[in-house]
Every structure is written in structure tokens, then in C-alpha cells.
């Protein structure tokens, strides 16, 4: 039996796949990442299909970033407060 591959988006904004799983997850239209558990994806996903068909995953922080995605407000408030800080 294969081994299970993963889906990731890497630093470069392209997707690989992995044998690890990703410790983040994202909206690939949104730009924005999050925990797996966040309760704004969960809430977005139990409404419909519309939200999963974009949802993307990452290895870890860093490649989201690199990527252009940005923290959630919801799940990563303090990154998302640093995030919105660094903007102005």
C-alpha cells in the first residue's frame, strides 16, 4: 500500500506534496492562514463545499508567510494584531 501524501503549499506559493501532514491550514482566495481548529474555518466549512474547494494547507508559519498569506484574526489574534501593526 502507498504511502499517504499530503498536499502542502510551500514558501513559494506552489503546491508539493509530502508525507507529513500540514500544521496549518488557509483560503487559498482569502490569503489567509490559520490553526487546523481555528472556529472561523470550522464555522466556513460547515456551511459548504464553497470554503473547502479553496482551502490549502502549510508545513509550518514561515511558508505561509512566504507565500502571502496572512494570520487569522480569529485563531492567531496576537500574529494577526502584529500582522495589521506592521501594515500601517
Keep these: 500500500m502507498p504511502a499517504k501524501t499530503y498536499r502542502l503549499i510551500g514558501a513559494d506559493g ?5 508525507a507529513t501532514k500540514g ?10 492562514y490559520g490553526r487546523l481548529d481555528c472556529p472561523g474555518a470550522l464555522r466556513a466549512i460547515s456551511r459548504g463545499n464553497t470554503y473547502q474547494q ?7 508559519e514561515a511558508a505561509a508567510i512566504a507565500a502571502g498569506y496572512r494570520p487569522c484574526a480569529v485563531c ?3 500574529a494577526y494584531n502584529k500582522w495589521k501593526r506592521a501594515k500601517r
Design 76 to 78: 492567531l489574534r496576537e
Design 54 to 60: 479553496s482551502r490549502v494547507f502549510f508545513a509550518d
Design 14 to 18: 506552489r503546491p508539493y506534496g509530502s
Design 23 to 32: 500544521t496549518l491550514g488557509g483560503h487559498r482566495r482569502s490569503k489567509i
